[in-house]
């Protein structure tokens, strides 16, 4: 692979506290991501907002004020993780469908490859930009168009299981299932737009466990413990 991005929940982000952040996760983040630059792989990354808002859970908010609260909630995390990767020592920019002020730069295809070029973790914050568009189908759009080889989806669990294994222990894992079987089971791994847009543009994806060690280094390196969606 030449070019992956990587999704990480907001959530994952905060560990044991459920919210804010957990530097020393994202610090071991920054370290897997520069491994695997250093191999001369292009990686971007999609933040989840849910360490700091949940906003469909309120019914007491307009759906798309409540989104937009999710998109500016995205934002937040891709700063402060940014300046978490700045730290350990790679180079990052952020990039958002919308203005927002010199916190970040607008999004387009020619300026994201260009600072892929340059060896840049680039952030896709801000979603798609519009209310009723989840996260999930902002990193499909973003891995989509900017032609990547696959999106890596670290998530709180290690993988995709025919039933919740923490109401069930007797769940299976699956090592490979088809992004069709995942909708057609009601599996819940993105929501349904994002996964149309996998199945129609053949994008796979790799789920595997954020806090495994070096989880995101192995689906790179062929020591992959999560679950392959395949698009084939």
């Given amino acids: 692979m030449k070019r992956v991005i990587l999704k990480l929940s907001g959530e994952a982000l905060a560990g044991e506290q459920k919210s804010g952040y957990d530097d020393a996760l994202i610090a071991d983040i920054a370290r897997q991501v520069k491994a695997i630059i250093d191999k001369g792989i292009d990686v ?10 949940r906003g469909r859970s309120n019914d007491n908010i307009d759906r798309t004020k409540a989104d937009q609260i999710g998109m500016l909630a995205t934002i937040m995390n891709c700063i402060y ?27 387009s295809k020619d300026r994201a490859n260009k600072y892929f070029e340059k060896g840049m973790v680039v952030f896709f914050a801000g979603g798609t ?11 499909v759009l973003r891995a989509i168009e900017l032609d990547a080889d696959a999106i890596l989806l670290a998530k709180a669990i290690d993988g995709i299981y025919d039933s919740d294994p923490k109401i069930n222990p007797q769940a299976k894992k699956y090592d490979k299932i088809s992004i069709q ?3 057609d089971k009601q599996l819940g791994v993105i929501d349904m737009t994002a996964s ?24 790179m390196t062929g020591k992959f413990n999560g679950t392959v969606v395949t698009v084939d």
């Fill in 196 to 219: 149309v847009m996998c199945m129609e543009n053949k994008m796979p994806l790799m789920v595997f466990g954020l806090n495994e060690d070096n989880s995101i280094l192995n689906a």
């Fill in 81 to 107: 993780v940014s300046e978490i990767f700045r730290s350990e020592g790679l180079k990052t920019n952020i990039l958002t469908p919308f203005e927002c002020g010199s916190m970040t730069k607008l999004f």
């Fill in 181 to 183: 079987e995942v909708v």
């Fill in 129 to 139: 930009g519009h209310p009723y568009f989840s996260t999930d189908t902002g990193i």
């Fill in 44 to 53: 971007g990354v999609v933040i989840g907002g849910g360490n700091y808002w």
